[in-house]
Nanobody, 128 residues
Framework: QVHVVESGGGLVQPGDSLRLSCVVS????????MTWARQAPGKEREFVGT????????YYADSVKGRFTISRDNAKNTAWLQMNSLNAEDTAVYYC?????????????????????WGQGTQVTVAS
């Protein structure tokens, strides 16, 4: 059985950095892309960014471009979301999702049916 598990969330102050991890277990290989999405209280889920596991190609939402970076380790079936210069608007539950089949990566979004497995999420709170 495949599991997607996020970790690394917490409470930080504005301007701080945080690194989230996403591990896919139960299958040693086969992930095409891993996407990070977030959902703030009272808001719709929002696409943050995605990484194609084979090439390392990344795409980001405009709201995080230049501040957030996604990286991966294929051997560990793991992706990371490095978040810098955090502000209150980044407060949300951050989710990781994996997709098995290829697609033009720029088409990936926060839509649930684009992905095969989702994690349970990890809370990130930015407050002074």
């Amino acid at each position: 059985q495949v599991h997607v598990v996020e970790s690394g969330g917490g409470l930080v102050q504005p301007g701080d950095s945080l690194r989230l991890s996403c591990v896919v277990s139960g299958r040693p290989f086969g992930t095409y892309a891993m996407t990070w999405a977030r959902q703030a209280p009272g808001k719709e889920r929002e696409f943050v960014g995605t990484i194609v596991m084979s090439s390392g190609l990344t795409y980001y939402a405009d709201s995080v471009k230049g501040r957030f970076t996604i990286s991966r380790d294929n051997a560990k079936n793991t992706a990371w979301l490095q978040m810098n210069s955090l502000n209150a608007e980044d407060t949300a539950v951050y989710y990781c999702a994996e997709r098995l089949t290829s697609i033009r990566p720029e088409l990936l979004s926060e839509e649930a049916d684009q992905y095969d497995h989702w994690g349970q999420g990890t809370q990130v709170t930015v407050a002074s």
